[in-house]
C-alpha cells in the first residue's frame, strides 16, 4: 500500500511539473530583435555598452501580441561556448535551460520599436554571445521570442572579453617581490659566507 502511495505521489508531482513547464519549441518566434555589436566583434566586460532593439514583427496578424505584458531581455551563450560546459546547458524545458543566465533588463511590452543600453557587466564571462527577449504573459511566463541569430544560433555573434583578474600592478608586484627574493637570498649568502672565513 505504501509502495502504490508512493508511485501515486511520483506520478502526480511529475504532471504537476510537465503542466507548469515551458518549453522554448512551444514558444512562436514573433520579435524582431537587433543589437549593434557586429558579427565577431569583441566587447570588454565591465567597460563596453552595447544597444539593444526589439519590436513585434509587423508582417504578422493584428492581435497576435494581446497577452504580451512584458519584454524580458537576456544575454545568451553560442553553441560554440556551451561545449564542455554543463553549466550552460541548452535545455527546451526553460525552466531547465541554461543558455540564457545573464539579464539585460524586464520593460513593459509596446509593439513599437524599444531600445535599451546595457553596459557590459564585469561578471561575464569570456565567450560568444547573442541576445533573446521573451515576451511575458501576466503571470510572467514566457509565450514568444526573438533573437539576435538564427534557429541555429550560429549568425550575428559576438564576443565579451571577460575580466581575468591579473592586473599589470599585480604582475609588477610579483616582479619586484621575486627580485627582492633573489637579492636577499644572494646577501644571505655573501654574509654566511663572510662569517664562516671569520670563524
Not at 67 to 72: E, I, N, P, R
Not at 89 to 95: A, I, M, N, Y
Not at 100 to 127: E, G, H, R
Not at 128 to 153: E, H, P, W
Amino acid at each position: 500500500m505504501a509502495a502504490q502511495s508512493l508511485v501515486l505521489l511520483i506520478l502526480v508531482s511529475c504532471l504537476i511539473h510537465s503542466v507548469g513547464a515551458v518549453t522554448f519549441s512551444s514558444l512562436k518566434d514573433t520579435l524582431v530583435v537587433t543589437a549593434t555589436p557586429t558579427p565577431g566583434q569583441v566587447l570588454r566586460a565591465g567597460e563596453d555598452r552595447f544597444t539593444v532593439s526589439w519590436s513585434l514583427n509587423q508582417s504578422l496578424p493584428s492581435g497576435i501580441d494581446s497577452d504580451y505584458k512584458k519584454v524580458k531581455v537576456e544575454l545568451c551563450y553560442a553553441p560554440i561556448s556551451q561545449v564542455d560546459r554543463k553549466w550552460r546547458k541548452t535545455s527546451d524545458d526553460l525552466s531547465k535551460d541554461k543558455t540564457c543566465q545573464f539579464d539585460i533588463v524586464t520593460m513593459p511590452y509596446t509593439s513599437s520599436n524599444t531600445t535599451f543600453t546595457w553596459t557590459v557587466p564585469k561578471i561575464i564571462p569570456t565567450a560568444a554571445y547573442f541576445v533573446r527577449a521573451y515576451a511575458l504573459n501576466s503571470t510572467d511566463q514566457q509565450i514568444a521570442y526573438g533573437q539576435t541569430t538564427n534557429s541555429m544560433k550560429t549568425s550575428n555573434l559576438f564576443e565579451v572579453q571577460g575580466i581575468s583578474g591579473r592586473h599589470a600592478s599585480v604582475d609588477l608586484a610579483a616582479a619586484c617581490f621575486s627580485v627582492f627574493s633573489i637579492l636577499s637570498l644572494a646577501g644571505f649568502f655573501v654574509l654566511e659566507r663572510r662569517k664562516a672565513k671569520t670563524l
